[in-house]
Nanobody, 117 residues
Framework: QVQLVESGGGLVQPGGSLRLTCAAS????????MYWHRQAPGKQRELVAG???????TYADSVKGRFTISRDNYKNTVVLQMNSLKPEDTAKYYC???????????WGQGTRVTVSS
């Protein structure tokens, strides 16, 4: 089993920055790609960014150039640096990891981000 715990959410003004951290524990050797997803009120969950074990990153078009995902395989953390935040970035952000075990994935409990003046 793998446990994922997110931190770093909060209230920020438009144009501001936040740094989200996801800490993994447990059977971390089974983790492959890690992701950040978000779900805004009344909307479906959407993929924000992902990063492979080798550090290759992908982003949703809506966050390209503003968000950066990074990974520290020694500290077992993945970080989402969010800059130039917009009100439409308001959502609950979830850390997700897929596993070397087929069909297995893990989710954190989420951390809330609110962008408002």
């Amino acid at each position: 089993q793998v446990q994922l715990v997110e931190s770093g959410g909060g209230l920020v003004q438009p144009g501001g920055s936040l740094r989200l951290t996801c800490a993994a524990s447990g059977d971390i050797y089974t983790i492959r790609t890690m992701y950040w997803h978000r779900q805004a009120p009344g909307k479906q969950r959407e993929l924000v960014a992902g990063i492979s074990t080798g550090g290759s990153a992908t982003y949703a078009d809506s966050v390209k150039g503003r968000f950066t995902i990074s990974r520290d395989n020694y500290k077992n953390t993945v970080v989402l640096q969010m800059n130039s935040l917009k009100p439409e970035d308001t959502a609950k952000y979830y850390c997700n990891a897929d596993s070397i075990r087929r069909g297995v994935e893990y989710w954190g409990q989420g951390t809330r981000v609110t962008v408002s003046s």
